[in-house]
């Protein structure tokens, strides 16, 4: 018999320390961390990358790899460039993509934090190639970030989640919309907790939910504010497949948390903040892309069968969760 994953076995390291960084970039760049990714038709794995410049801005780059491991052959320069000319909320650059495959349309569309002088606001970007983008601009007013798309419609209408920050908190919420353009109907998803927990301080997406059988799959990170600094840790919840703003399952712990040197020590250090994931061909083997510490890429396996099970036999409802409160 198998004995029961704890939280601290559902993620397995890649035993190589960082996939990417900026001392093998084929350009000058200070830092690369926080990719989105997906699986292209031919089995290539993509990687949008932030990557922050000596100034202190951040683009986005792609770096692709049959095995999503190693040998990456990265852009030679940006992939996608802030464009405050046409778009003055990318003035001081645009950040932490997330990218999904919209089979309805036949491309992916990037979720990705366009930061301008009101703040970081959620913009989206669609493409076939990721070498031309059709910019749709910001949909979500600042001070919000964190979003990602489902990668189809729910009850008529496209989703996106997303992380507002109000005098209430910074909570996951998610949007409906006809066209991916006007955006309504807002209702909460998950809050941070409140008190000691892990995820009290904020909460917020990681990599754009996973479509299972029992509900979406939900990778987040939470927020712990110590004395020494911020905590940034993953946790996993369950979503309804046809009403998404209902939280199934919560778990309590985190499964995946700063540990090793490069998560430790960084521009920010005692981070690890996941915007992307893929599925294998399997359909169970995940691959969980994050950046350690502001400063460099990792990777994580796991599997979806998993991870579900995990949450089975340790998570609850959110309203059942000691700390967390009803959504609303």
């Known amino acids: 018999m198998t004995a029961p994953r704890s939280a601290k076995s559902l993620f397995a390291r890649h035993g190589k320390g960082p996939l990417l960084a900026a001392d093998r970039w084929p350009y000058p760049a200070h830092s690369v961390f926080n990719p989105g990714a997906v699986r292209l038709r031919d089995g290539t794995t993509l990687l949008l990358c932030r990557v922050e410049d000596h100034r202190g801005l951040s683009h986005l780059t792609a770096a692709r790899s049959r095995n999503g491991i190693d040998r990456w052959a990265v852009d030679p320069e940006p992939t996608l460039a802030s464009d405050p000319l046409h778009h003055p909320e990318e003035l001081w650059g645009i950040e932490d993509p997330r990218a999904t495959f919209i089979p309805e349309l036949g491309r992916c569309a990037v979720a990705y934090t366009a930061y301008g002088r009101s703040g970081p606001g959620v913009s989206l970007a669609l493409t076939e190639d990721f070498r031309s983008f059709?910019?749709?601009?910001?949909?979500?007013?600042?001070?919000?970030?964190?979003?990602?798309?489902?990668?189809?419609?729910?009850?008529?209408?496209?989703?996106?989640?997303?992380?507002?920050?109000?005098?209430?908190?910074?909570?996951?919420?998610?949007?409906?919309?006809?066209?991916?353009?006007?955006?309504?109907?807002?209702?909460?998803?998950?809050?941070?907790?409140?008190?000691?927990?892990?995820?009290?301080?904020?909460?917020?997406?990681?990599?754009?939910?996973?479509?299972?059988?029992?509900?979406?799959?939900?990778?987040?990170?939470?927020?712990?504010?110590?004395?020494?600094?911020?905590?940034?840790?993953?946790?996993?919840?369950?979503?309804?497949?046809?009403?998404?703003?209902?939280?199934?399952?919560?778990?309590?712990?985190?499964?995946?948390?700063?540990?090793?040197?490069?998560?430790?020590?960084?521009?920010?250090?005692?981070?690890?903040?996941?915007?992307?994931?893929?599925?294998?061909?399997?359909?169970?083997?995940?691959?969980?892309?994050?950046?350690?510490?502001?400063?460099?890429?990792?990777?994580?396996?796991?599997?979806?069968?998993?991870?579900?099970?995990?949450?089975?036999?340790?998570?609850?409802?959110?309203?059942?969760?000691?700390?967390?409160?009803?959504?609303?």
Request: hydrophobic share 35%; charged share 20%; with cysteine.
């Open 134 to 328: 059709e910019r749709l601009g910001l949909v979500q007013l600042p001070d919000n970030k964190d979003a990602a798309l489902l990668p189809r419609r729910v009850d008529g209408a496209f989703v996106l989640l997303h992380r507002p920050v109000s005098l209430d908190g910074a909570h996951i919420w998610l949007s409906h919309s006809p066209d991916l353009r006007h955006w309504g109907r807002p209702r909460q998803v998950l809050r941070a907790r409140l008190g000691g927990w892990w995820d009290a301080g904020r909460i917020g997406l990681g990599p754009p939910p996973i479509e299972t059988p029992q509900g979406w799959l939900v990778i987040y990170h939470g927020v712990r504010r110590t004395v020494s600094g911020c905590i940034y840790r993953v946790g996993l919840a369950l979503l309804a497949l046809e009403d998404p703003a209902r939280c199934l399952l919560r778990g309590d712990s985190w499964v995946f948390g700063p540990e090793t040197a490069d998560e430790q020590v960084g521009d920010v250090g005692q981070v690890t903040f996941p915007c992307g994931a893929t599925v294998a061909d399997d359909g169970d083997t995940l691959h969980l892309y994050y950046g350690a510490a502001d400063t460099t890429v990792g990777l994580a396996t796991g599997s979806v069968r998993e991870c579900l099970e995990w949450l089975e036999r340790n998570g609850q409802p959110p309203e059942m969760g000691t700390g967390s409160g009803p959504a609303t």
